[in-house]
């Protein structure tokens, strides 16, 4: 079984569209347990479409095509699909009756530009388009099925969904039962979490990478002769995994740090404040993108200026002057003001240099100290050197401050 | 001229990692004249990405390979380009020493691991790598140029930059000269911005559109016989553009929204505070992405509870119990508080439903109020309905609220 996939398209080519489908088609069919073995993209332009699709002939059973069946004159697929199969154009009852009846549902009228879409290669199966005027539609040449779909990703998802992933979960009966997990680990590199996993892999389980920082993500994949032992498999690559790399996973259910923060927090029955300084607010925007965290999240302060710091958060002015406002005691001081503020259980706090400028030699560009006050446990803090740009070291700083805040909760500190 | 790129990762043939490279790829190259023909993915699979190398040889001149060269056991790309070329893969002197520059640059001791990816193809040339562990590298075979580049985005695009732009620019030095310019605006949909161009295309200057939420990018692409035809074209078009569309163009010279309120603010000596309620900090986080942003903000509330819209902003309890947390009056005295406060110019507020929850017949999911208080203005205040997933409308409404802050330092209100 090999399912390739061509989209196309110039907008893709040139770096104006980000390609959605087939991201959301890998996802898709990942999680049947098929898979895209090769996936091209080629431009506007006939010669090119065709020669992707004579490359596919024979070498794959399946092949999703998308984009190039709008009305415009860039619209390109049908006329080289017909070439393609030797099957001309002509007009397709179906499709012109899909064509026709989604203007009628948005109370238009049938345009010449729009009759041009129901021209499809004689012979072809149409997939009626509920979502758009495009018909989508599929043709078999030596034993490979093509299947012709909208670029516009609604429309594309929609006709995947009714047509050709069924067909395609149909034809393939006898595959394996599979199935996959996310694990998302923090606190690691990409090459030391590889080393401590040295030997994890085994039968029947893949083991898949993604650098996504500043976490490391493990995508496993488990196959089996059965649903329980596919289910048997990843079960126990899952707790190998996890014995072997403990805290610094902080999610295998697909959960966001800040979700996973959100559900402890909620358990507990605790509360959160920030007070950010080189974060400017990074912290409490991941905290307030879970729905609901209004419960549990209650105030928080971007505190810029030494100013700000003084007047809203108490930091001692001496402090400030002694230490600076990159430092421990300033961070400490920032942490059980903001606590006292809002009378949360946890405040946290950052301070630091995000650079590019701003940098000295004790205090290089990159320097956080990140300070927490628990209701129990007091006040602490650490120092920390993160690398890369600005946003880099703000997206570093706000993932240790919620990962401080997660073994905190834990009483894994 | 031919260009064509190859992705590998079995990430981005599940549904993983959406391929960012490719997009960043063809935006690079388009905006200098080249393109890309043809793109590839393939997983981490010998065969498969073997075959996709091939495929590529003679057809292309040039070919980018992205991915792969990660310190794990499913990084196959050397290996495979070693079976390709027919050149054994030997340890590599200078790509050992980007491999020891850069973990001493991170204070981080050499592992076999890392040692693995110095190992290339032997007669590689080596395309050294300051930003992360992996070292690109280039071979020849029949006339097309293979590179081979890290899968990590801020890897693969700092090599694209230093070593293989600068190399197919002085290849294919006999194009037609060209410019490229991005229009970047807000406030209509991209089926108004297209009305509103209707007609402004012309010889010589190709008009793209990209929705990139919640703005509508223009993408102007002007080619001429000459560099000063070119430049010409580019000019009148923009011109043409800025005509019609007016002060829906926030930036023709690159600069995002929260930049080119930095530069006005900076420009007219003033300076910003924020109070955001169902941002939850995303519009200071915006603002303070911008380097040295420190100079006119000073700092930002999240008042996510009532209590802390009365205790830190002196919103008055009876505002809140009149008009509720998301209404004219609350948001008005959030800005004026905020702005008393801090002692800053302009003090901005929001306060709206984010969803999922929390909406009523009278207050829908996505209903948003904004406040502005301006040293000399006053206080003015504006009701938003927005669209969308939770992350949507906070994005959206921090994307409101910047625009009135430059609507207003422009005196465009």
Same mark, same amino acid.
């Given at each position: 079984?090999? &399912?390739?996939?061509?989209?196309?398209?110039?907008?893709?080519? !040139?770096?104006?569209?980000?390609?959605? *489908?087939?991201?959301?088609?890998?996802?898709?069919?990942?999680? &049947?347990?098929?898979?895209?073995?090769?996936?091209?993209?080629?431009?506007?332009?006939?010669?090119?479409? %065709? %020669?992707?699709?004579?490359?596919?002939?024979?070498?794959?059973?399946?092949?999703?095509?998308?984009?190039?069946?709008?009305?415009?004159?860039?619209?390109?697929?049908? #006329?080289?699909?017909?070439?393609?199969?030797?099957?001309?154009?002509?007009?397709?009852?179906?499709?012109?009756?899909?064509?026709?009846?989604?203007?009628?549902?948005?109370?238009?009228?049938?345009?010449?530009? *729009?009759?041009?879409?129901?021209?499809?290669?004689?012979? !072809?199966?149409?997939?009626?388009?509920?979502?758009?005027?495009?018909?989508?539609?599929?043709?078999?040449?030596?034993?490979?099925?093509?299947?012709?779909?909208?670029?516009?990703?609604?429309?594309?998802?929609?006709?995947?969904?009714?047509?050709?992933?069924?067909?395609?979960?149909?034809?393939?009966?006898?595959? !394996?039962?599979?199935?996959?997990?996310?694990?998302?680990?923090?606190?690691?590199?990409?090459?030391?979490?590889?080393?401590?996993?040295?030997?994890?892999?085994?039968?029947?389980?893949?083991?898949?990478?993604?650098?996504?920082?500043?976490?490391?993500?493990?995508?496993?994949?488990?196959?089996?002769?059965?649903?329980?032992?596919?289910?048997?498999?990843?079960?126990?690559?899952?707790?190998?995994?996890?014995?072997?790399?403990?805290?610094?996973?902080?999610?295998?259910?697909?959960?966001?740090? #800040?979700?996973?923060?959100?559900?402890?927090?909620?358990?507990?029955?605790?509360?959160?404040?920030?007070?950010?300084?080189?974060?400017?607010?990074?912290?409490?925007?991941? &905290?307030?993108?879970?729905?609901?965290?209004?419960?549990?999240?209650?105030?928080?302060?971007?505190?810029?200026?030494?100013?700000?710091?003084?007047?809203?958060?108490?930091?001692?002015?001496?402090?400030?002057?002694?230490?600076?406002?990159? !430092?421990?005691?300033?961070?400490?001081?920032?942490?059980?003001?903001?606590?006292?503020?809002?009378?949360?259980?946890?405040?946290?706090?950052?301070?630091?240099?995000?650079?590019?400028?701003?940098?000295? #030699?004790?205090?290089?560009?990159?320097?956080?100290?990140?300070?927490?006050?628990?209701?129990?446990?007091?006040?602490?803090?650490?120092?920390?050197?993160?690398?890369?740009?600005?946003?880099?070291?703000?997206?570093?700083?706000?993932?240790?401050?919620?990962?401080?805040?997660?073994?905190?909760?834990? *009483?894994?500190?």
């Amino acid at each position: 079984m090999r &399912i390739e996939m061509i989209a196309t398209g110039d907008e893709l080519m !040139s770096g104006l569209t980000r390609d959605g *489908n087939f991201f959301w088609a890998g996802d898709a069919l990942n999680s &049947i347990g098929l898979e895209i073995a090769l996936h091209t993209t080629v431009g506007d332009d006939r010669e090119r479409i %065709e %020669e992707a699709f004579g490359a596919a002939l024979g070498r794959a059973d399946a092949v999703i095509v998308s984009g190039g069946l709008g009305p415009t004159s860039d619209d390109l697929t049908a #006329e080289v699909a017909a070439r393609f199969f030797g099957a001309p154009l002509e007009l397709n009852k179906e499709g012109l009756q899909s064509v026709m009846d989604r203007l009628k549902a948005k109370g238009r009228e049938l345009t010449e530009k *729009n009759r041009k879409q129901a021209f499809l290669p004689g012979g !072809s199966r149409v997939l009626a388009n509920r979502w758009g005027t495009a018909p989508g539609f599929s043709m078999v040449r030596d034993r490979t099925v093509y299947y012709f779909l909208p670029g516009v990703p609604r429309e594309f998802q929609a006709l995947m969904t009714e047509y050709v992933i069924p067909d395609l979960d149909a034809r393939y009966k006898d595959r !394996s039962p599979v199935r996959t997990k996310l694990v998302r680990t923090y606190g690691l590199p990409e090459s030391e979490v590889a080393r401590m996993l040295d030997g994890v892999e085994r039968e029947g389980v893949r083991l898949g990478y993604r650098s996504h920082f500043p976490e490391i993500h493990l995508r496993l994949t488990a196959y089996g002769d059965t649903d329980s032992e596919a289910e048997l498999r990843m079960s126990e690559m899952t707790a190998d995994i996890m014995d072997r790399l403990g805290g610094y996973v902080f999610s295998t259910e697909g959960e966001t740090l #800040e979700e996973v923060i959100g559900k402890l927090l909620r358990e507990r029955g605790m509360t959160l404040s920030t007070a950010e300084s080189c974060t400017g607010g990074l912290i409490a925007h991941r &905290i307030t993108n879970v729905p609901g965290s209004s419960d549990y999240f209650l105030e928080g302060v971007v505190s810029y200026s030494n100013e700000a710091k003084m007047q809203i958060l108490g930091v001692p002015k001496e402090a400030l002057e002694a230490h600076g406002a990159v !430092s421990a005691p300033v961070v400490e001081a920032m942490a059980r003001g903001v606590r006292g503020l809002s009378g949360s259980g946890i405040g946290v706090a950052v301070s630091g240099i995000a650079g590019p400028s701003g940098g000295t #030699e004790e205090k290089p560009v990159g320097t956080v100290f990140i300070g927490l006050d628990h209701v129990e446990r007091g006040v602490s803090s650490g120092k920390f050197l993160f690398y890369g740009t600005r946003e880099q070291i703000k997206l570093a700083t706000s993932e240790k401050a919620l990962d401080m805040i997660r073994k905190i909760l834990l *009483n894994n500190v």
